[in-house]
Every structure is written in structure tokens, then in C-alpha cells.
T-cell receptor
């Protein structure tokens, strides 16, 4: 069974540009969550989508957005990039968005974004 | 607000020695608690999860954790460290009554195993 796939794995952008990251969840998983990982702030929750609907949103500015498609694949977008957006962006999929399976996340290897 | 505190950003143990990684949580209601592991250049992998069914939770790779409400702790242990256990470990909490996948992670503990 294929795991969570994130593309691209590495990318370099300059300030002011925008970026789109993609995530393909494990087959059958309908929940996709995004996390930002930085040395200074650690792992922070960005948002969660379930069946194409945003279920939860973390405390990030509106420059960070996401969406989910009918096949459960998800994208996140960051507009007007800032130096502080340099991070590892992790996508995680899950069978459920609540209940007994809560928090059982399967992570991808991440997309490492560098903003110059 | 929910949060977890991991004591010790770096822990070193000898191969074969006991592993003890500390985590304390802060929550107004009994939360779901997790330990995840991250190997270099990889995503996170779930080690174990507490959901109030049992206070001692067994996970993968010989790890286990004990939930102690009186101490608000959820420490991770393994009786005998192996070289392959070297990684970063994250404790996380999910509030039970709200969105379940928006986990709050601790700052992580990097485990080094000395041969």
C-alpha cells in the first residue's frame, strides 16, 4: 500500500513569490492535514481537510491556504512568500477526522521550502 | 488551551540501557495523547496512542508509555535501547472534543544511542 506522497520534495523560491505544494494521501484516507516544521517553532498545525471541506485551521495568516479534491488529494498554497516561510511542510493523511481514529496520522516525507 | 512539554531536548543513552523520554500535558479535559518518531529526512511515524482505554499503552518497536493523570504525564519508555532507536521523538496532544487531527506537538527530544 503506497504511503503519503508529497511533491515537490525540495524547492527554492524568492520573497514575494507564491508556491503550491501537493499531497496524495494513502488510498482510502479522506482526511488530509498540513503541518509546518521549523527549528524555531517546531511542528505547527496549518489546516485539515476532510471530504473536500476544511475541518480545522491553525493560527496562520491568510497567505496560507489549501484545498482538497474529490479524490482526496490536497494542495496547499502560500502566497507572497516571506523569509520566515522557509520550513518543512508535512502532509498527513488519516482515515477519519474524529472518533476512535483521532490523531492517527500517516505523514509524508515533506516538502522542504527555502525562501531567499 | 492544550499543550505538551517535553523535558530535555537531547537525551543520550548507551545501547541496551533504559530509554526514558518525558512528556507532560496541559489540558482541561482528558486528552488523546500520542508519541511520534521522526527519523532523519523522513516524516513522522506514530509510535503509540492513549485514549483512556488503558493507562499503560504499548506501541511499536518495544516502546510503551504510561498515562498518569495525577502527574499530568505521559512518559515514553523502552527497556533496552537499540542503535536503530536514534531519532527525534515528539509527544502530542489532541483535544477530545474538537477537531481530532489538529495535534499540538511538543518541541521534540532527540535521542542518541551510544554503542
Amino acid at each position: 500500500k503506497a504511503g503519503v506522497t508529497q511533491t515537490p520534495r525540495y524547492l527554492i523560491k524568492t520573497r514575494g513569490q507564491q508556491v503550491t505544494l501537493s499531497c496524495s494521501p494513502i488510498s482510502g484516507h479522506r482526511s488530509v492535514s498540513w503541518y509546518q516544521q521549523t527549528p524555531g517553532q517546531g511542528l505547527q498545525f496549518l489546516f485539515e481537510y476532510f471530504s473536500e471541506t476544511q475541518r480545522n485551521k491553525g493560527n496562520f495568516p491568510g497567505r496560507f491556504s489549501g484545498r482538497q479534491f474529490s479524490n482526496s488529494r490536497s494542495e496547499m498554497n502560500v502566497s507572497t512568500l516571506e523569509l520566515g516561510d522557509s520550513a518543512l511542510y508535512l502532509c498527513a493523511s488519516s482515515l477519519t477526522s474524529g472518533g476512535a481514529g483521532a490523531g492517527e496520522l500517516f505523514f509524508g516525507e515533506g516538502s522542504r521550502l527555502t525562501v531567499l | 488551551a492544550q499543550s505538551v512539554t517535553q523535558l530535555g531536548s537531547h537525551v543520550s543513552v548507551s545501547e541496551g540501557a533504559l530509554v526514558l523520554l518525558r512528556c507532560n500535558y496541559s489540558s482541561s479535559v482528558p486528552p488523546y495523547l500520542f508519541w511520534y518518531v521522526q527519523y532523519p529526512n523522513q516524516g513522522l511515524q506514530l509510535l503509540l496512542k492513549y485514549t483512556s482505554a488503558a493507562t499503560l499503552v504499548k506501541g511499536i518497536n518495544g516502546f510503551e508509555a504510561e498515562f498518569k493523570k495525577s502527574e499530568t504525564s505521559f512518559h515514553l519508555t523502552k527497556p533496552s535501547a537499540h542503535m536503530s532507536d536514534a531519532a527525534e521523538y515528539f509527544c502530542a496532544v489532541s483535544p477530545r472534543r474538537t477537531g481530532a487531527n489538529n495535534l499540538f506537538f511538543g518541541t521534540g527530544t532527540r535521542l542518541t544511542v551510544i554503542p
